[in-house]
């Protein structure tokens, strides 16, 4: 869900192969570098989205420059607003966002939005996987699967559907 700091775990679901990632309640994701949280940037206010880009900018900034470690990504810059909203022109065409081996190397996820009856973003609804295994193509099975249970959550009683 959309919390104070961002797109913040609320429930978890085990998976059945094995992933080396603990992911905990309350956990707080990247505005850019998640595909939870661009999903959530994708549908929010842009005026928002700046302030949030811009507020994880200064906290980048103001992060202590850990040494490299063997494994892990280079740290990528934070996009430019450009940038970023090409992304997420990205994420609303195909009304899902992705996510491949940013934040862990040979760790992908996958994220659909739930509306409410408003059509305004409440949650998201995101696999993550082994990318061995987990297939990040927009129309591919994770992709159809995600938004097929997100539809659903949306079409509850008084949501709208507001896909591409």
């Excluded at 992911?23 to 549908?43: E, P």
């Excluded at 966002?97 to 862990?104: Q, V």
Aim: charge should be neutral; include cysteine.
């Amino acid at each position: 869900v959309w919390a104070d700091r961002g797109a913040t775990i609320v429930r978890t679901a085990e998976s059945p192969a094995p992933l080396h990632v603990n992911m905990r309640h309350g956990t707080v994701f990247s505005l850019t570098n998640t595909a939870s949280g661009r999903l959530f940037a994708a549908y929010l206010d842009s005026a928002v989205v700046k302030r949030l880009l811009e507020e994880e900018r200064q906290r980048e900034q103001k992060a202590p420059v850990a040494p490299p470690q063997r494994g892990m990504p280079p740290v990528q810059p934070l996009p430019g607003w450009k940038d970023f909203e090409a992304q997420l022109h990205e994420v609303r065409a195909h009304g899902l966002s992705r996510s491949e081996g940013e934040i862990l190397p040979g760790v992908c996820a996958m994220s659909a939005p739930v509306f409410d009856h408003t059509g305004a973003i409440v949650l998201a609804v995101t696999a993550i996987g082994p990318a061995a295994i987990f297939d990040t193509r927009w129309d591919g099975e994770i992709a159809v699967a995600l938004k097929a249970c997100a539809d659903q959550v949306s079409a509850r009683p008084g949501a709208t559907l507001s896909r591409p």
